[in-house]
Antibody
C-alpha cells in the first residue's frame, strides 16, 4: 500500500534550520508531486509548497518563499523540506502528502503521519 | 491569510444530517477550481474525504457527499455517527496567491 514515512521530531533554536524527510513506498515515486503542509498547534492546515518528483520543479507558497526549500532524491524515493531562519511561530506539525490532480485542480490523496518541529530557545 | 471560510463548528445528534459550508471567491472556487475535503481526527494526519467537488475515494462511506456552486462548496454528512467527530477542511487552488489554500476548518461534534 502507499505509505509516506517521515523523519522524527526536531527541536531547534530560533534562527536555525530544520530539514524533514519523507520516504515514499508502494508507488512509483517520480510519477507524482509531493506537497508539504504544516499545522501549528490548534490552527488550520497551511500549504507550504510542492515538488514535481519527475523533474524537480518546485512551487512555494508566497508566505514561505525564500525560507523553504523542497528537494527530492529519486533513488531513495524521498522528498525533503528545509525551513530556515526558524522562529517560534514555526512550531508546528509538518506533513508531506502525495499530490494528485482532478480537472486541473490539484489536491493530495495520501499523507504522512507528520513530523513535530519545536522552535524554542 | 484565510481565503476559504468555514463555520468554526457544527453539531448534530447521531443519525442526523449536517452540512459544512466553504466560502471562497472569484480567484479560487469561483475561478472554476475544484474543491476537495479532508477529515482530521484530533492527533492524527488528515485524510482525503472528497476530491473534485463530489468524488469519494475508495473506502469513504457514501454518507459523505460534496457539492459546489458559484464561489461556495458544501460537505454533507448524513446518518451522523460518533466516529465522524473530527475537524473538516476544504481546499482549493487560488490563482491570485498562485498556490493551494485550505479552509479555516470546522469541528463536527456528535451530541
Amino acid at each position: 500500500q502507499v505509505q509516506l514515512v517521515q523523519s522524527g521530531a526536531e527541536v531547534k533554536k530560533p534562527g536555525a534550520s530544520v530539514k524533514v524527510s519523507c520516504r515514499a513506498s508502494g508507488y512509483t515515486f517520480n510519477t507524482y508531486t509531493m506537497h508539504w503542509v504544516r499545522q501549528a498547534p490548534g490552527q488550520r492546515l497551511e500549504w507550504m509548497g510542492w515538488i514535481n518528483a519527475a523533474n524537480g520543479n518546485t512551487k512555494y507558497s508566497q508566505k514561505f518563499q525564500g525560507r523553504v526549500t523542497i528537494i527530492r532524491d529519486i533513488s531513495a524515493s524521498a522528498a525533503y523540506m528545509e525551513l530556515s531562519s526558524l522562529r517560534s511561530e514555526d512550531t508546528a506539525m509538518y506533513y508531506c502528502a502525495r499530490g494528485r490532480e482532478y480537472n486541473s485542480s490539484p489536491y493530495v490523496d495520501v499523507w504522512g503521519k507528520g513530523t513535530t518541529v519545536t522552535v524554542s530557545s | 491569510q484565510s481565503v476559504l471560510t468555514q463555520p468554526p463548528s457544527v453539531s448534530g445528534a447521531p443519525g442526523q444530517r449536517v452540512t459544512i459550508s466553504c466560502t471562497g471567491s472569484s480567484s479560487n472556487i469561483g475561478a472554476l477550481y475544484d474543491v476537495h475535503w479532508y477529515q482530521q481526527v484530533p492527533g492524527t494526519a488528515p485524510k482525503l474525504l472528497i476530491y473534485g467537488n463530489a468524488n469519494r475515494p475508495s473506502g469513504v462511506p457514501d454518507r459523505f457527499s460534496g457539492s459546489k456552486s458559484g464561489t461556495s462548496a458544501s460537505l454533507a454528512i448524513t446518518g451522523l455517527q460518533a466516529e465522524d467527530e473530527a475537524d473538516y477542511y476544504c481546499q482549493s487552488y487560488d490563482s491570485s496567491l498562485n498556490g493551494h489554500v485550505f479552509g479555516t476548518g470546522t469541528k463536527v461534534t456528535v451530541l
